[in-house]
């Protein structure tokens, strides 16, 4: 297709990094792991950010801003949290530079900072660190509260998208007078969250939750939603945290009860990240680019004039024209691409790249039999539809079209979730068939841990809906209770 | 009227650090000069954001993001924006905590960076090492993309909203093939900006250049917006730069044109911050509290119900919920505040301290008499109203209180701009009247840094539409070619 994209067989890793770069999402900087997103990339992020924003509103929050700095010694004050989280990042010791004598810049060493300051890598902290002066009593409750920001993990080996050492998301900190409430606001978010992937994202998650060890670094519970690419390795979608009481007890956030009496607040926190926009991309995309789901296309149809001329192309223009207007009428974002700059040979191959859903492309031939030839991203395929019938054509398709690439994920999950009964089989699935596999575990941090040096596979999540059977660990051979979800992950 | 908020004649500055407290727009918090945005004070700002990503993408702009942290050798790279932008800055040194022997957190020594990173105080530099990979031909540009971000400069003394370390805002950077479009770009911008100032903030702005002494570090051109709040001391609202090629030559940005030659690219860079939230406050607000134009108030109109018992409140809320659901449909924001852990005086206050524009109170005679009882926060005027013509009142006043809050400000404005003759005259309006200072200037630094120095009044702009008028500089004696706006400023 003369994109010069190495295909999924190939190389998948190869496949990703070259897409990412060649559609436009996003690229590397000239700063160590950060990323620059690119117009077209930002664009997807900003319809999943207008979505996910509508989404919170609805279930009660609202949104704030909280300092991108946090104070060292905030760190120290929940003891898990510390170890989870002040390790990679990044440390501001100075404020202020100056001119060296040979008209160099260095760090003035008169301005270091007497605390020094961590660049956020999540917001518990100097959250909690503000709550305690929002709530005095039980009707200061709920608090439920999101914040879209950036935050920095010091990453050694990134990918885009996928690891970064700066990235973008949205945190939500909630704040309760019951242990019952803050539980069912971490399983609802939760539930937003595999609402949002599943019929926005067109991509079937798992519901479940995290082992001990592969917790949030400050919960008593991690739920979280896992999704599987097309390689067969399990990515980390979206996770919503069950804190306790840990940060109220760290940041001394009480309330007065109704009857009088002090309780520390119960909390949740939870988060989704640019990540997902990696996600995206190997849930659906192609060897011939980007495929993307309509309700998250920034281009739903792109229209391509195929002239000889101005006559042929203002002719064309005019219908072109007619039709773009009366679908944006109906809420569909349409591109007329009447460059002379470019073939329609280029443009084809371009917007295929990009994964845009819908392509009309409109011919001196259309004109005369009043006609468009309309073709389908996701199944390549090409049909010659009358002009009185494309408006609601396009409007069946965008809807089919959503649909087809969820079901068409969700078989490829399905049947790659593998029930193993040894340990053989276990790494034998791993290594061959990939995706999850479901195996019974004893329980035990030990055998999560050997497993996971053993075969790099991790437990993905105790999936929400799992049946009590009895059985035997793979590993140890000891009773276990239920079967969990193994995988590589990224 | 309980509200315990000092008032503006007493102490404006108090007045207003207090209101922007006591209104749940924004607090300090435990990092310093570093504010947190609360979600009253958020929600004003996502309007202004949503209305502004509105019309930058009206006039052809894309957002994208770029990394939060700038190389320190970055700046050095374009000689006067160092000078001013590379100075007070937040610096990265280290990546890495670890607990020392003791327990505590320290920062890890072996972590130390080759080269320091800057939290970004403005993109310019990012940007354009970005674009010189985005730019070959002048099929590339224009670039016309905005950014939303965070960005940080270290400031000693800070005040909520106006000057913080840290503060949220937009920053839009264009690549151009010829001057003439950078400048048109560069003024469109200021227009845009102005446009959002008048007709959304409710705030008058004199739309002019800066002198070169005010300019932007880097820019040819500053194109500004100023406004003047009630104190009498301006406010920069806004500003658009044209850059010429200093950018394009420091990152070494060039295009091949159409004739095949390679040219420097031309630049504009244009932004507005929080700091628009803190000329909001100080246009409208008075002793009462927030006094918010209709179209940035987050709650529109408010329903309080004035009621003995369960009966009468089931009654008052049938009545409360239709009128709510019929604005709702008509776009306009409504709370009906059915709470009954406050009184209706004390909602009263509250809905005045937070300047929602209209409050509606209905009581047991209301219902009898099929009337309403709406007041109008501007004015603090209230009216009994027909439940039949109560939803277009509201609608008219919305109208009518977003026009009369502008026409109160202007006034304010234009009887605020004063022309002098003499130095003398000039210092006595300075102190005794306030506002702008129309005066002759023989456009030298010299007189400019001398004015200032003696009455801490800058050149807030060269007005765009000055008069051609020759006269004497009233400092210097000098031939001067026309009157600029002075005044003391933030
Ligand atoms: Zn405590
Ligand atoms: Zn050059």
Redesign the interface.
Request: net charge neutral; charged share 20%.
């Given at each position: 297709m003369g994109k010069n994209l190495t295909t999924r067989a190939e190389d998948y890793s190869k496949w990703y990094n070259e897409l990412v770069v060649k559609a436009d999402l996003a690229?590397n900087?000239?700063?160590r792991g950060?990323?620059?997103?690119?117009?077209y990339g930002?664009?997807i992020?900003?319809k999943m950010q207008a979505e996910l924003d509508r989404m919170f509103k609805d279930t009660g929050h609202?949104?704030?801003?909280?300092?991108?700095?946090?104070?060292?010694?905030?760190?120290?004050k929940e003891a898990s949290h510390?170890d989870g989280f002040?390790?990679?990042?990044?440390?501001?010791?100075?404020?202020?530079?100056?001119n060296d004598e040979d008209g160099?810049?260095i760090?003035d060493p008169d301005a270091k900072l007497e605390e020094?300051?961590?660049?956020r890598p999540t917001s518990e902290t100097?959250i909690w660190?503000?709550y305690r002066?929002w709530i005095q009593s039980y009707?200061d409750l709920p608090i439920k509260?999101n914040q879209w920001?950036?935050v920095?993990r010091?990453e050694m080996r990134t990918r885009l998208f996928l690891r970064t050492a700066?990235f973008?998301w949205q945190e939500g900190h909630t704040a309760h007078a019951t242990q019952e409430e803050a539980l069912e606001e971490a399983q609802q978010m939760m539930r937003v969250y595999a609402d949002f992937a599943e019929n926005f994202m067109g991509m079937p998650v798992i519901r479940g939750t995290k082992t001990e060890s592969e917790r949030f670094a400050g919960a008593l519970e991690t739920y979280c939603i896992e999704a599987l690419m097309q390689d067969g390795k399990a990515l980390q979608a979206g996770t919503s945290h069950f804190l306790g009481q840990n940060f109220a007890k760290a940041f001394d956030v009480k309330f007065a009860t109704k009857e009088g009496s002090q309780e520390h607040v119960w909390a949740t926190s939870w988060g989704v990240s640019t990540r997902l926009m990696g996600a995206l991309v190997m849930t659906h995309s192609d060897d011939n680019g980007l495929v993307l789901p309509p309700k998250l296309a920034p281009i739903q149809v792109v229209i391509v004039p195929i002239y000889r001329g101005e006559e042929q192309l203002d002719a064309i223009s005019q219908v072109a024209k007619e039709l773009k207007r009366e679908l944006q009428l109906l809420g569909v974002s349409v591109k007329f691409d009447d460059r002379d700059?470019h073939k329609p040979g280029w443009k084809f191959n371009e917007y295929e790249l990009k994964g845009v859903p819908l392509r009309i492309a409109i011919g001196p031939r259309d004109l005369e039999k009043r006609t468009v030839e309309l073709a389908r991203r996701d199944t390549l395929t090409k049909e010659t539809v009358s002009k009185d019938d494309i408006v609601a054509r396009v409007q069946d398709l965008l809807v089919e079209m959503q649909r087809a690439l969820y079901d068409k994920a969700k078989n490829f999950r399905d049947t790659h979730i593998t029930e193993v009964e040894t340990y053989d089989e276990f790494k034998n699935i791993l290594e061959n068939k990939t995706g999850f596999v479901s195996a019974f575990w004893d329980g035990s941090k030990e055998t999560e841990e050997r497993i996971k040096t053993e075969t790099k596979a991790t437990i993905r999540c105790i999936p929400l809906n799992y049946k009590e059977e009895v059985g035997v660990c793979i590993y140890s051979g000891e009773p276990a209770k239920m079967r969990v979800l193994f995988a590589k992950a990224y």
């Open positions: 690229e900087s000239g700063v950060c990323m620059v997103i690119k117009p930002y664009a992020w900003e609202e949104n704030a801003y909280f300092p991108l700095f946090i104070p060292k010694s905030y760190f120290s510390v002040a390790k990679e990042c990044a440390v501001v010791t100075h404020y202020r530079l100056k160099s810049i760090v020094e300051l961590i660049v100097i660190d503000t002066k009707r509260v920001a950036n920095v010091w700066e973008l700059t």
